[in-house]
């Protein structure tokens, strides 16, 4: 199979090796002459799958099984968005709105109850990260996103929360270097950017802050639900978590998360040098460079025509997924984890010819 340059910002790229390893499971898994798609969520291999998966998520992470619990729900990000408040709204909680995906999360907070926006870049198009705020010593929770895929920011640093707990959407740059996980309270993040197909959701809670989390209500909107179930209150997305397990396989045997965010920084300061080496005809997104996406890179050409001409010529050269987000336009290329050097290589060969032809 001749493989494209896949620079998607999601469904995204996924390792080679898993996709041949799924690619077995689905039509015979571990020889047992069925497909993993076919088995039982009860039976001893599948739940075996989801235990192997849960334990490899916290070596990552370098959390204790006895301090956090991993949860593999179905909804993706979006009905964390839910989810998050309906659990642990119950005074206020404070939101740091940096995109289209924190404001969906304000959105769905303000339906539960007080929700605080302490910090925003929304008046400048999300071009940038706020760097000053203050948290709410009252607020139930502070809540943000830590890499933007439209916009193309991230969170350099982690938030200092002021001791109120704190909770991340990490959808598009879970497992993409190493962070300090211990200093979160809830981590959740849709598979389908970084870690595996769509259809599986990755929740990391801290156990201490699960027991504080709401007992009734809508039985599939509560953490506890789905923890006393061992994720399997209802038929869990099977085939998904299989991928999410191999992938956290995959990063471990490259080097673990240290290995990997050496790598996602050579990918991205290739790319952002050739954008930074052609001033007055690429130009990136993001004002200031600490609060550039390792994982989503944005730029515009100097006109629209151009654009439209870079990403035609590009989908001939097998460049796929370059097209930005329908809500800003210009150039993105997301190059998660399991995007190859090779593939950022030939996509800043093609920028350099795209100059020289066009300048």
């Known amino acids: 199979m001749n493989r494209i340059h896949n620079f998607s910002a999601g469904p995204g790229v996924l390792p080679i090796d898993v996709l041949n390893s799924t690619k077995n499971a689905v039509v015979d898994f571990n020889n047992l002459g069925m497909s993993v798609m076919e088995m039982s969520h009860r039976s001893k291999e599948i739940v075996e799958v989801f235990d192997v998966a849960k334990s490899n998520c916290l070596k990552l992470m370098n959390l204790d099984k006895n301090d956090y619990t991993v949860l593999f729900l179905g909804g993706g990000a979006s009905l964390q968005f839910a989810m998050v408040p309906y659990n642990f709204l119950k005074n206020e909680s404070d939101y740091i709105n940096t995109g289209e995906w924190s404001r ?19 008046d ?16 139930d929770y502070l809540h943000y996103t830590s890499n933007n895929t439209i916009f193309g920011t991230r969170f350099f640093e982690i938030p200092d929360s002021k ?25 959740y993040a849709g598979a389908q950017k970084n ?44 085939l998904p978590v299989y991928v999410i397990g191999e992938t956290l396989k995959w990063i471990e045997n490259i080097g673990g998360l240290e290995e990997i965010e050496n790598l996602n920084n050579k990918k991205s300061n290739l790319l952002y040098n050739a954008i930074d080496s052609k001033v007055g005809f690429y130009k990136g997104s993001v004002i200031d460079k600490i609060d550039r996406s390792i994982m989503n890179i944005t730029w515009n050409l100097p006109t629209e025509e151009l654009e439209e001409k870079f990403m035609k010529e590009a989908t001939k050269s097998n460049l796929s997924g370059l097209k930005g987000h329908r809500s800003i336009g210009g150039i993105r290329a997301s190059i998660y984890n399991a995007c190859p050097m090779e593939s950022v290589e030939a996509l800043v060969e093609f920028m350099e010819n795209f100059y020289s032809n066009n300048k």
């Open 124 to 139: 400048s198009n999300y071009n940038f990260i706020p760097k000053d705020y203050n948290v709410n010593s009252n607020s």
């Open 195 to 238: 870690m595996g197909p769509a259809g599986a959701t990755l929740v990391v809670i801290k156990n201490s802050y699960l027991e504080t989390a709401n007992e009734t209500g809508l039985s599939m909107l509560l953490y506890k639900t789905h923890s006393k179930a061992d994720s399997m209150y209802n038929t869990p997305p099977v």
């Open 104 to 122: 969906k999360a304000i959105k769905e907070s303000k339906f539960i109850g007080e929700t605080n926006v302490i910090a925003s870049s929304e």
């Open 163 to 187: 001791n109120i707990p704190l909770i991340c959407d990490m959808s598009s740059d879970i497992f993409s270097r190493k962070l300090d996980f211990s200093k979160f309270d809830l981590i």
